[in-house]
Structures are given as C-alpha cells and as structure tokens.
C-alpha cells in the first residue's frame, strides 16, 4: 500500500515542491504582506493539528515574506458549524472544512466525508477522488456558497471505540455514541442513541457516561486520550479511511497577486500528503499500543455489519434523486465500488 501511496502523491508533492522554490520572485521590503487565519477543528498537541503546523509553517517560510498564516485551534474563532459561512465572509480565510458538519447546507458534503464500508482503504481515497474526479462536483458546490473546496486527505480509518463490548446488532440497541454526519444517521437508523459534541468536550462525556462510545478517526482514540476510559476498539473499521477536507475564502484567494494565488494552490499536494502520512504513523502507534493500555479490539459480528452496509448503500442510493450534480456523484462512487470488488 505503502508503495501505491508514493504513486499518488510523488508526482505532486514534487511539483509543489518546485513551484513553492522557484515561482515567487524575491520582493522588495515594501511588499505587501497578506494575513490569514486557519481555523482548524483540530485540539493543540493532537497529531493532525502538529501536521497542519508543519503545513502552515512550510508555506510561510516558502512564501518569500508575503503570506503569513496563523493556525487557530478548534472553535477558537467560530464553532466548526460556522465555518463555511466564515469563509463565505472571509472572517477566516482557510478552514478544515469536513463536509459531514455541513449536509443540510451543501448536501454534497455527505459524499466528500464518505459512508461506511464505501472506501477501504487511503489508496481508495486517492484514487476516487483524484483519478476518477469526484473532487470536481464538490469544487464545484462549495464554489456556490463562495468557497474554493481546497484540499482532501486519507486519514485513518474511522474506528467505534466503547466502554463496553460491541459485538452485535442487539447491542447496538440503546448504545449512546458520538458520531457524526452520516455515520449518525446510519447509527440513529439501527438502534443507536446517537449523540453529537466537540472532540474538545469527549473525555469528560464518556467519563461521566454522558457517551458510551466515539466513531471517529483511529488517531483521536490516542490524541483524546480515550484509551483511558473507552477499552474497547472495535473491528473492523467502519471507514477504510476518513477523508478530512480543507477549503479556502474566495474573497481572500481573489485578492492575492496572481502568482501568490498560483503558489497557494500549488501547495494543494503537499498538505495532502503530511496529513495522510502523518495519520499513518499515528494510526499504527494506536493499534501497537492497545496492550500497554489495557485496551483490546473485538471483532463485530456479521449482523451488526451487514446492517451497517446496508444502511450505508440506501444512503448513497437516496443522493441520486437529489440533484443532478449529485447523481453523477453517486454513479462515481459506484463505479469506483464495482472497479475494487466492492459492489456486484
């Protein structure tokens, strides 16, 4: 996998590697110097959160003086719910955008966050997204609401972690989970009391036994410190791969000069690529590390899973009679299924 994954991202990185050393002439001291603040949802010290650093850090340093970009951690300057029409006002000017926050207001959002047991793997995501197109539908979407749809990635895979074992769909019964999007939905749909909060305000829900559990990216079982109260890890995934996102103001995108706009977009790939790989690393310091924290992986059963794929195949079905941008989408996504082995 590893190997396919430097198929992908290579190329790319290369290039902006090229044009962030090159492009930019060297200015003089007078130059303008554009602001921009990054809202993140991610938490100060968590693994994602060091990667976006590294990023903004590397386009600034990069920028010959001209950019200077500030990461803001999560809900800092406006709850993550706000931060389309954010950027829309350009209050912000760059965000992690997860388009599962944000259904009701660009529907296309569902399909970029993904379903579960559509992607299997990062590879998948890479390959859906870039070589079959389904980023352009959603560029185009987001475009509409006065936003220019950035960047994706392959995170982890998203996991179900709990305070109790979770084997079967008559457990599932009841069971108080944060989830999001949806996942949500699909939980709600089979049983699932489901709750929604910020990563920032878990540990203590699921110490006061507010949540029993949390289906999210693998990394935030360790970033969040879950392990200590949640011990149940369960397998398997219910994404192959999660698939966060990043877009940009177009108001602020607009007034940089044309060949600082052409370096910022040019950046695309390279913050792809920390943040996939960087998840990588931290996704298989999680799985070795269960043992030392007393915490154990349990296999679902087949009922708990199949209901879960049938629920999530009805949802992408549900898509096509939306739009017709949405359509096209779903006959993507199918397409991409039936390539992999997916779907019959």
Same mark, same amino acid.
């Given at each position: ?93 760059? #965000? &992690?955008?997860? @388009?599962? *926050? ?5 529907? !296309? ?6 379903? =579960?047991? +559509? ?95 949390? #289906? &999210?990216?693998? @990394?935030? *079982? ?5 392990? !200590? ?6 397998? =398997?995934? +219910? ?106």
């Amino acid at each position: 996998m590893k190997r396919q994954l430097v198929k992908y991202w290579l190329p790319p990185v290369l290039a902006s590697l090229f044009v962030a050393l090159l492009a930019l002439p060297l200015e003089a001291a007078q130059t303008k110097v554009y602001e921009w603040k990054f809202q993140t949802n991610k938490t100060p010290g968590s693994s994602m959160y060091n990667a976006e650093k590294w990023w903004v850090d590397w386009v600034n340093a990069h920028s010959s003086g001209r950019l200077k970009i500030t990461l803001y951690p999560a809900g800092q300057i406006v709850k993550v719910d706000d931060y389309i029409n954010a950027l829309r006002g350009n209050l912000i000017q760059i #965000a &992690t955008t997860w @388009g599962g *926050y944000y259904t009701g207001y660009i529907p !296309e959002g569902g399909l970029q966050a993904g379903l =579960p047991m +559509i992607v299997r793997s990062r590879t998948d995501v890479q390959y859906l997204f870039y070589d079959l197109g389904l980023i352009e539908p959603i560029r185009e979407a987001f475009a509409e609401k006065g936003v220019h749809f950035y960047a994706i990635n392959s995170l982890g895979p998203i996991m179900l972690w709990s305070k109790r074992p979770i084997k079967t769909l008559a457990d599932f019964k009841g069971f108080k989970v944060r989830a999001s999007g949806d996942v949500a939905k699909i939980f709600g749909t089979i049983g699932a009391s489901v709750v929604s909060l910020p990563h920032e305000e878990s540990f203590t829900a699921l110490q006061l036994g507010t949540i029993e559990g949390y #289906a &999210t990216p693998i @990394g935030h *079982y360790k970033d969040l410190k879950h392990y !200590e109260v949640a011990k149940y890890l369960m397998t =398997p995934a +219910i994404q192959g791969a999660s698939i966060d996102a990043w877009s940009i103001s177009r108001k602020a995108l607009d007034e940089l000069p044309a060949d600082l706009r052409a370096y910022v977009l040019a950046q695309e790939p390279i913050l792809n690529w920390i943040t996939t790989w960087r998840s990588e690393m931290n996704d298989q310091e999680v799985l070795n590390s269960l043992a030392k924290w007393n915490a154990q992986a349990i296999p679902m059963a087949e009922d708990l899973q199949a209901a879960i794929t049938a629920e999530s195949l009805k949802m992408l079905d549900s898509y096509s009679g939306r739009s017709a941008r949405l359509a096209k989408m779903v006959e993507i996504t199918k397409r991409f299924m039936k390539e992999r082995g997916y779907l019959r």
